[in-house]
Each structure stands twice: as structure tokens, then as C-alpha cells.
């Protein structure tokens, strides 16, 4: 059951499906709370745009300290998963946040906001290198190569036209990739370590935009990103188009000593 406050609707409940907070354990109580509040929004009980009750009313209901409700919650609005409306109060995010700083996965970003990631498949070839791809990914001309062409999506929202290439040696087959393919090079032990990424503003094409449910030259992002292996060799070099209208990406900056 839910109700609507100055127009937006706050789920009231939400305490009764929060496990209950420890104040023996060893985990501090926003830390248990965080954990809470992030498997809520992960399993769908709060999803995009719903509010969570106040922060007042919220400490009331779990009889810990208010301090201990706005710690948990500035971490998960700095991870981009919840986000503050001044006057309206605490909304989980419907709008993405990627850090550019972690090397994740499309799928994992989705699920770690609790949407539901899949993939409608443009193409899948075998192939070799074309020149740009020798070059980026070092390898020598003639090289075998997979290519996957998808769009993405996050339950039913398209998020980004994906075009990516791996070495083919490092996936059994074509078919090996069903929703993922960092889970599909992980089972292989070709999961990339890093990578350099790329970030470009772009205007949608019209063929992009239809395929995104925009308009054509709406605000895009290019992501090119190259995945290294341990050992230093690429494996991966991908080409993404996300809509720039529902996708951020962030990155914590640090002074050097």
C-alpha cells in the first residue's frame, strides 16, 4: 500500500520489509541500514522515483538515531542510488549513475540500482581484426575476433547501443554470451582488470535515436573502453552510445601527495 505526499508517492511500509538493525553486531548501525536500504532498491520493493519516508520518521521507525538514517542515506546518494529533491525529500534515482572509476559491467550496474538488465541483439559474428581494432587491441593482423552488436536495456528502458569486439580465444563461442559478456569472460578466467575508457559528447544519429527512443540529435555519450587482461594483453574494445538524458558518469578525484 502506498500514499502520496505534495504529489509524489512514499512507500510507508518500507520498514516492515527492512530486516532489523543490530546494535550488538560489529557493523555499525548506517552501515546495516545502507545494506537495508540497497537491498530495497535492489529486489525492487522501492524502485525509480519512489520516496522514502522521512528521515525523522524513518529514525522513529527503526529507533536508531537520526545522525545514523543521514549517514546511510549520503552514501547511497553519493553511489547515485537515492537523490534529494530540496522541499520534496529522498527519491531513489531514476536517472543512472556509472563511476567511471570501477570497471563493472552494464549488467552489475543495472542490478546493484535495482533495474532489470537485458540485451536485444543487433548481430553476432566471428570475424578477424579490422586495422582500428589491430591497432587498439595490439594484436596482429588476421587475428580472430568475436563482435557483438546490442542494445541495452534496464527493465524496459533502452539505455545505450553497445558495439563490442573480443579476441576469440578468449570466449568458447559466439554463443557463450547470453545477458553479460564480462560474466561470459569471467567463466573463462578473461574477465579484464582494467581498462582505459574514453568518454565522448556526441549528437544522436537518427538511426540512434530511434533505437534509443530519443530524437534524433538529442545529447549522447560515446564510451570507448579497451579491457586488459593481468598479463597486460587487451581483450576487450567496445564502442557505447548511451542517452545523455538518463546516464551519468561520475568519478571521485583526489589531490596527489
Known amino acids: 500500500m502506498v500514499c502520496t505526499i505534495q504529489g509524489e508517492k512514499v512507500l510507508p ?31 525492487g520493493v522501492i524502485g525509480p522515483d519512489d520516496a522514502l519516508p522521512p528521515e525523522r520518521d524513518l529514525a522513529e521507525m527503526l529507533k536508531v538515531s537520526r545522525i545514523t538514517v543521514r549517514k546511510a542515506i549520503d552514501e547511497l546518494v553519493e553511489d547515485g542510488l537515492l537523490i534529494r529533491k530540496q522541499g520534496s525529500g529522498t527519491f531513489v534515482s531514476n536517472r543512472v549513475e ?13 542490478r546493484a540500482r535495482g533495474r532489470e538488465p537485458r540485451s536485444v541483439w543487433m548481430n553476432r559474428a566471428a570475424g578477424t581484426v579490422t586495422p582500428e581494432e589491430s591497432l ?35 570466449l568458447p563461442s559466439l554463443e557463450s554470451v547470453e545477458s553479460s559478456l564480462y ?67 561520475v568519478a571521485e578525484l583526489n589531490t596527489s601527495s
Open 13 to 43: 511500509t518500507l520498514t516492515q520489509v527492512l530486516p532489523p538493525l543490530d546494535d550488538t553486531s560489529a557493523q555499525p548501525l548506517y552501515q546495516q541500514l545502507q545494506r537495508a536500504l540497497r537491498g530495497a532498491i535492489e529486489s
Open 98 to 110: 556509472k563511476n567511471f572509476a570501477k570497471l563493472t559491467s552494464f549488467s552489475e550496474d543495472m
Open 183 to 249: 560474466e561470459a569472460l569471467e567463466t573463462t578466467g578473461n574477465r579484464p582488470v582494467r581498462a582505459l575508457q574514453r568518454l565522448r559528447a556526441v549528437l544522436l544519429t537518427a538511426e540512434q535515436a530511434k533505437l534509443l527512443k530519443a530524437q534524433e540529435r538529442d545529447a549522447g555519450l560515446l564510451v570507448a573502453r579497451v579491457g586488459y587482461l593481468k598479463d597486460g594483453r587487451a581483450v576487450e574494445f567496445s564502442q557505447s552510445f548511451y542517452r545523455g538524458d538518463i546516464y551519468d558518469f
Open 136 to 170: 587498439t587491441l595490439r594484436s596482429s593482423p588476421g587475428t580472430p575476433v568475436f563482435r557483438f552488436h546490442r542494445i541495452r536495456y534496464a527493465d524496459d528502458a533502452p539505455m545505450a547501443i553497445e558495439y563490442a569486439t573480443v579476441i576469440a580465444t578468449s
